[in-house]
């Protein structure tokens, strides 16, 4: 989804007018354009990492094409001999969609809390993730200080088609995620003002459905930095997927 800001402020301006009608007016001031466009900001996170399935659109992760045409994973993956792994994750990273490695019977969709019990169990080969029921969480890598998504644990090799030396497939099938809401320049198209700057758009991972979703949660936003409290309320349950 990509929409201009100016469009989103125009129409949190309708909504709140056919709403409080009156009251709009002692709310928004002439500054009020940059605190909606903070709100919508923060509102556009918050619907990133909240929307469903169905009204995200993934990024998969990319890196380089091996001999076949496939992502090949090597410069970002770190294996581990007892069978864990991890990758570097995108600058971008948000929200975790989907991993898949070639040797798991099922999707890591949802991550650990680092530090939680459920982390701490991963220490213990009787109790970490397995290839039936992976786990995994994002942490920063104590070699290259990146933020990596370590998982547990990679599937075995067939004992007949092993490379020499492995033990762990490691070989990632699927990596999807959803970045950060991203803002662009909108440029002027009138001759000889082509380097001005007349808005801005917001580029965000979703389907069109969630603009009306974003556009009552930045109200809801921006009515709680006003402290209008109780009318927040009601923009925010109306934000709800």
Not at 140 to 167: E, I, Q
Not at 198 to 225: G, H, M, N
């Amino acid at each position: 989804m990509e929409v201009l800001m100016s469009d989103l402020v125009k129409e949190m301006r309708i909504a709140m007018d056919e709403v409080i009608h009156d009251e709009v007016n002692d709310i928004i001031t002439d500054d009020s354009d940059t605190e909606m466009k903070q709100a919508i900001e923060a509102a556009a996170q918050q619907i990133l990492l909240q929307a469903p399935a169905q009204m995200i659109l993934p990024k998969r992760v990319e890196v380089s094409l091996n001999e076949s045409g496939k992502q090949d994973y090597d410069a970002i993956q770190t294996q581990f001999t007892d069978g864990h792994g991890c990758l570097t994750i995108p600058e971008d990273w948000l929200r975790l969609v989907e991993l898949k490695l070639k040797s798991w019977q099922s999707t890591l969709t949802m991550l650990m809390e680092p530090g939680s019990k459920e982390a701490q169990m991963q220490a213990s080969r009787w109790t970490r993730g397995t290839p039936q029921k992976p786990k995994g969480m994002i942490t920063t890598s104590p070699t290259s200080g990146k933020r990596v998504l370590m998982y547990w644990t990679a599937g075995r090799y067939d004992a007949n088609h092993a490379p020499v030396g492995a033990v762990y497939d490691h070989e990632v099938e699927l990596f999807t995620y959803i970045p950060y809401q991203k803002l662009e320049d909108v440029y002027s198209t009138d001759t000889g003002h082509e380097n001005e700057v007349t808005d801005q758009k917001i580029i965000l991972s979703l389907t069109d459905e969630c603009k009306k979703y974003l556009i009552y949660r930045a109200i809801s936003i921006f009515l709680v930095s006003k402290k209008e409290s109780d009318l927040a309320e009601k923009y925010n349950q109306l934000s709800q997927i």
